[in-house]
């Protein structure tokens, strides 16, 4: 009874210390220091639960879209095979193809680095953004990009193993690829679940569109947009020292 009397004066700012000759003697906290004290204790603990809090907040909406983001890397994955195979039966088309992809990037790759950065930073976000935001019309559209996004890539990157190999290929994609398209296809598995919802609408399933549509809008600016300017940094200064070796 005795200890439980003293750690409850402990507790509410009063110490008990034993005096020389075996007695006890009482202190207290000033009010403020005793505030400060117990503040200083939360603050310590802050930071390590708002890092939980955001990792455990990543982890769970993940869960939430991994089938539609899994659909959407099997249709990138099964569209850049087709590109790669067409490329290789038909020649003429892929040449036409690689020469309006270089047309259209030719002018940002003879800017200064920096620029080419934000360039494909920008890119990456607006494309990213209509992915998810055109899931709004049932889903349709971002499967389309994406399947059209993995066939340019297949063609090009069988137009390239055939001059510089396989090796550059994968060095070339790799680095950046690794963090941009898991990224990407996050923004297309959030539009193609939003998409989804939209049709359960159509046909008298309860729904709520409206906050999940805002859920993936603070997904794609709180992890998505980040992790997509760290891959353009990847690409404009990472990947090109890479291949500078071989």
Same mark, same amino acid.
């Given at each position: ?7 409850? =004066? ?29 503040? #200083? =204790? ?8 708002? $890092? ?6 990543? %982890? ?8 539609? *983001?899994?659909? /959407? %890397?099997?249709?990138? !994955? ?8 067409? #490329? ?15 047309? =259209? ?12 950065? !934000? $360039? ?7 494309? #990213?953004?209509? !992915?998810?935001?055109?899931? &709004? @019309? ?17 063609? /090009? ?13 994968? &060095? ?18 959030? $539009?193609? =679940?939003?998409?989804?919802? *939209? ?31 760290? @891959? ?11 291949? #500078?070796?071989?």
């Amino acid at each position: 009874m005795e200890r439980e009397e003293e750690y409850s =004066r402990e507790k509410n700012g009063e110490i008990i210390a034993e005096t020389p000759d075996g007695g006890k003697e009482e202190k207290a906290y000033p009010p403020q220091e005793n505030a400060y004290l117990a503040g #200083s =204790r939360e603050i310590k603990s802050l930071p390590e639960e708002r $890092g939980a809090s955001k990792i455990s907040e990543f %982890t769970g909406y993940l869960r939430f879209i991994q089938p539609y *983001v899994l659909f /959407i %890397t099997f249709v990138f !994955f099964g569209a850049l095979l087709a590109g790669y195979h067409s #490329s290789a039966n038909f020649p003429e088309m892929a040449d036409q193809l690689m020469e309006g992809f270089s047309a =259209r990037f030719a002018p940002l790759l003879a800017m200064p680095p920096i620029v080419i950065m !934000f $360039g494909i930073f920008l890119n990456n976000a607006f494309v #990213s953004l209509l !992915f998810l935001v055109l899931g &709004l @019309a049932l889903g349709v559209l971002p499967v389309l990009f994406i399947a059209f996004n993995g066939y340019i890539v297949g063609v /090009i990157s069988h137009i390239v193993a055939q001059e510089r190999g396989l090796l550059f290929i994968v &060095l070339a994609l790799l680095p950046h690829g690794i963090v941009e398209l898991p990224m990407v296809f996050l923004s297309a598995g959030i $539009g193609l =679940r939003l998409g989804h919802q *939209v049709f359960a609408a159509l046909i008298g399933r309860p729904t709520e569109i409206k906050k999940e549509f805002k859920e993936g809008l603070q997904f794609y600016f709180r992890w998505i947009l980040p992790l997509l300017f760290l @891959a353009a940094i990847v690409e404009t200064f990472i990947t090109p020292l890479i291949l #500078s070796f071989l």
